[in-house]
């Protein structure tokens, strides 16, 4: 089975604090992203990579950075958290054999709370 | 732009009644449809997907979607609905560029009513 996991479930930080979320999966996929959820607004799309070192920016990038320095492992940054940042963050992975046919497959999620 | 619309923010069915969540999509070429499914506390998972074809894709746990192109519509459908199907339900629509990029609805939440 694929396994996406991320490092925490729940997070709790202060306004200000760099936080990181890291991501690994276990299927050699070139694809990862990551998404934040919120009620109302669906999955936005944050950044994603498509290969080691590589990052493109998705709808909504303000506010974060990535990191991928290998390929099992994708990490958000929030280099300044704030209050706005509140949310479910949702880790993917993809392969890139097969074009965009491929399941994207999610990690259990990250609720971070910036007080 | 392209944009994915899932008009019901919920739907209460009774369990065992039949089920249908409507999805349409904006976007000018041919779309790769998918549904995902999210129950409380996880992350998502692929229910089915449609490229081309048959217009009536099955899935897992018996759901199926029909994609409509004169609607612009891919809505999904259960005939029969059980409690464990209770649980937060996303269509998303594949851009077709270079990268596996996906648009996503505001998701539906459906309550199982016993």
């Known amino acids: 089975d694929v396994k996406v996991t991320q490092s925490s479930r729940y997070l709790v930080k202060r306004t200000g604090e760099k936080v990181f979320l890291e991501c690994v999966q276990d299927?050699?996929?070139?694809?990862m992203f990551w998404y934040r959820q919120d009620p109302g607004l669906g999955l936005r799309l944050i950044y994603f990579?498509?290969?080691?070192?590589?990052?493109e920016k998705g709808d909504i990038p303000e506010g974060y950075s990535v990191s991928r320095e290998k390929k099992e492992r994708f990490s958000l940054i929030l280099e300044s958290a704030s209050t706005n940042q509140t949310s479910m963050y949702l880790c993917?992975?993809?392969?890139?054999?097969?074009?965009?046919?491929?399941?994207?497959?999610f990690g259990p999620g990250t609720r971070l709370t910036v007080l | 732009a392209q944009s994915v619309t899932q008009p019901d923010i919920h739907i209460t069915v009774s369990e065992g009644a039949s089920l249908e969540l409507r999805c349409n999509y904006s976007?000018?070429?041919?779309?790769?449809l998918f549904w995902y499914v999210q129950s409380p506390g996880q992350g998502l998972q692929l229910l089915l997907k449609?490229?081309?074809?048959?217009?009536l894709v099955q899935g897992i746990k018996g759901f199926e979607a029909e994609f409509k192109r004169s609607q612009s519509s891919f809505n999904l459908r259960k005939p029969s609905v059980h409690w464990s199907d209770a649980a937060e339900y996303f269509c998303?629509?594949?851009?077709?560029?270079?990268?596996?990029?996906?648009?996503f609805g505001t998701g539906t939440r459906l309550l199982v009513s016993p």
């Open positions: 993917a992975s993809s392969s890139s054999g097969g074009g965009p046919y491929n399941e994207q497959f």
């Open positions: 299927m050699d996929h070139e694809n």
């Open positions: 990579s498509y290969d080691v070192k590589m990052k």
């Open positions: 976007y000018g070429a041919t779309p790769y």
């Open positions: 449609y490229f081309s074809g048959d217009t």
């Open positions: 998303a629509v594949h851009l077709n560029t270079g990268f596996q990029k996906l648009v």
